[in-house]
């Protein structure tokens, strides 16, 4: 569990990082909704080169990387819910980086969210104990039995 977690924490960052540098650099570039179909294009070259897209594009697929290391050997039920971590740190950084306001009842969600992690965590760590102990219990009765069972 603690290798799933600690590589969580370093997809949850970097996938964070990688929205708040496209973000900012999205921001810089304009707002698509205002421009015509020459001006997207136009942009759509320019986001080649700047460099907070290609970092944030960057950041992002190390999350997609890291993220389908975990896959390999955690729970998808466990490993998913973890990733809800990532509400915390973009809340922080939006308020302190992009300057967005985020409101008392913004921060009681993402509290929420943290207590619900936990529980995922903390639940997972119960299973594999108790499923280990089932499996020693069976294995146990077994040889007792000499392998057959009623």
């Not at 993220?67 to 973009?90: F, I, R």
Request: proline content about 1%; aromatic content about 8%; overall charge neutral.
């Amino acid at each position: 569990m603690f290798k799933t977690v600690v590589l969580m924490i370093l997809a949850v960052t970097a996938g964070t990082v990688g929205d708040i540098l496209l973000a900012k650099g999205m921001k810089e570039l304009g707002d698509l909704s205002t421009m015509n179909l020459r001006g997207i294009i136009d942009v759509a070259f320019r986001a080649m080169t700047e460099w907070k897209i290609v970092l944030g594009t960057a950041m992002l697929a190390l999350f997609f990387f890291i993220w389908l290391a975990v896959l390999s050997w955690e729970d998808l039920s466990v490993a998913l819910p973890m990733q809800a971590l990532n509400y915390v740190l973009v809340a922080v950084l939006a308020k302190y980086i992009l300057h967005e306001e985020v409101s008392p009842l913004r921060w009681a969600g993402i509290a929420l969210v943290c207590l619900g992690v936990m529980l995922v965590t903390k639940s997972s760590a119960t299973d594999k104990k108790q499923t280990t102990e089932l499996a020693q219990h069976t294995a146990q009765t077994e040889n007792k039995t000499g392998g057959f069972s009623c």
